[in-house]
């Protein structure tokens, strides 16, 4: 399950993030966990980069280019070295 996110998740921030964090409560199994960040037009803008984090194996993350202000939404599949699959979305806004 996602325990927390950041940016927070239905945030408004000022500035755009450089990554997104995704903490979770069990640990992932790196090659079927990943996250998106696409635009309101559903374009990916993340780095592609979606990765387990090797010294915290319940953090997913992925950096990011420098975003202009708008919506994005935050998609993520993951599955838990207990074989439980878990998917979901949330939005951030940068002003």
């Known amino acids: 399950m996602l325990q927390r996110a950041e940016p927070p998740v239905e945030s408004t921030l000022k500035r755009p993030?450089?990554?997104?964090?995704?903490?979770?409560?069990?640990?992932?199994?790196?090659?079927?966990?990943?996250?998106?960040?696409?635009?309101?037009?559903?374009?990916?803008?993340?780095?592609?980069?979606?990765r387990v984090d090797r010294a915290n194996p319940t953090l997913l993350r992925a950096t990011l280019p420098s975003?202009?202000?708008?919506?994005?939404?935050v998609r993520w599949r993951v599955?838990?070295?207990?074989?439980?699959?878990?998917?979901?979305?949330?939005?951030?806004r940068i002003e």
Request: aromatic share 10%.
């Open 17 to 50: 993030p450089e990554e997104i964090k995704l903490y979770f409560s069990e640990r992932l199994e790196p090659a079927y966990s990943a996250l998106r960040v696409v635009n309101d037009r559903g374009a990916q803008v993340d780095r592609r980069d979606s």
């Open 67 to 73: 975003l202009p202000a708008g919506t994005y939404r």
């Open 79 to 92: 599955l838990s070295i207990d074989a439980d699959v878990t998917e979901g979305a949330f939005t951030f």
